[in-house]
Nanobody, 116 residues
């Protein structure tokens, strides 16, 4: 089992920045990759960014060049640095972990609201 706890959401004006954090614990050696997803009202949950072993990462086209995913293994934490935020980035952001058995784990979510 893997436990995930997000923090760092909030209200920010368009053009501003936020950094989300996801602290993970439990069977962390089984984790193959970690990611951030988001879900806006009335929309499906979508992948924002993912980072795998070896720190290879990929991003949704909508956030490329604005968001950066990173990991601090010493702190068992994954970050999502969000810059140049837009109102369309408003959503609940979820941390995700995928283990070697292809099981998904989710955090409770953190609200990000970008005002225009």
């Amino acid at each position: 089992q893997v436990q995930l706890v997000e923090s760092g959401g909030g209200l920010v004006q368009a053009g501003g920045s936020l950094r989300l954090s996801c602290a993970f614990s439990g069977s962390i050696r089984s984790i193959n990759s970690m990611g951030w997803y988001r879900q806006a009202p009335g929309k499906q949950r979508e992948l924002v960014a993912r980072i795998a072993r070896g720190d290879t990462s990929n991003y949704a086209d909508s956030v490329k060049g604005r968001f950066t995913i990173s990991r601090d293994n010493a702190k068992n934490t994954v970050y999502l640095q969000m810059d140049s935020l837009k109102p369309e980035d408003t959503a609940v952001y979820y941390c995700n972990a995928l283990d070697a058995f292809l099981r998904n784990y989710w955090g409770q979510g953190t609200q990000v609201t970008v005002s225009s």
